[in-house]
């Protein structure tokens, strides 16, 4: 059975994100969206129980997907939790420096789970949590990049 996980910090969660999402629960028999809950590198805009809402509520429809928090070590546990698959997304080359640099480490420590990548699709490749932070905090609309949670969110917060 192939179990996997795509960790994050969905600081906010994007249409980006969930995209990968929906492609990963047709992948896998099941998909847990771990979410780093780690006060060493601390939320910008939501804190974890934000952070878990909205990706719940975002994949309410998905039955074989999980939503769970994580911290410390990412292998330490996906080990615990029985993954044999870290799924992540690539937008373009600084992404693939960064994540293979990742996927090696995380292979030497943990060489029972693989990471496997999938492209994001080309109209999210240039989406971020960063830059949708960057719109919303300055008036931006930013209704065409996140999910109704999401923007719903964002108008609270900014209120
Ligand atoms: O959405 P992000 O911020 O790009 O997600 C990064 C994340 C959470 C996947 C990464 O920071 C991570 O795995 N952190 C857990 C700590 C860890 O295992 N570090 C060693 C990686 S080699």
Redesign the pocket.
Known sequence: MSRALY?????PLHNGHLDIIRRGSLLFERLTV?V?D?PL?NAKLLDTAERVALLQEATAGLENVLVDT?S?????YAERAGANVIL?SLRNATDFEYET??AH??RG?YPDAETLFLLAAPEWSFVS?TRVRELASLGADVSGLVPPATLRMLTKKSG
Do not use: C, E, I, Y
């Not at 960790?7 to 600081?11: A, E, I, L, V, Y």
């Open positions: 960790p994050g910090s969905f600081d771990a780093l780690n590198k994580f410390g070590l990412l292998v330490t992540k640099q990742m480490l995380n420590l949590s």
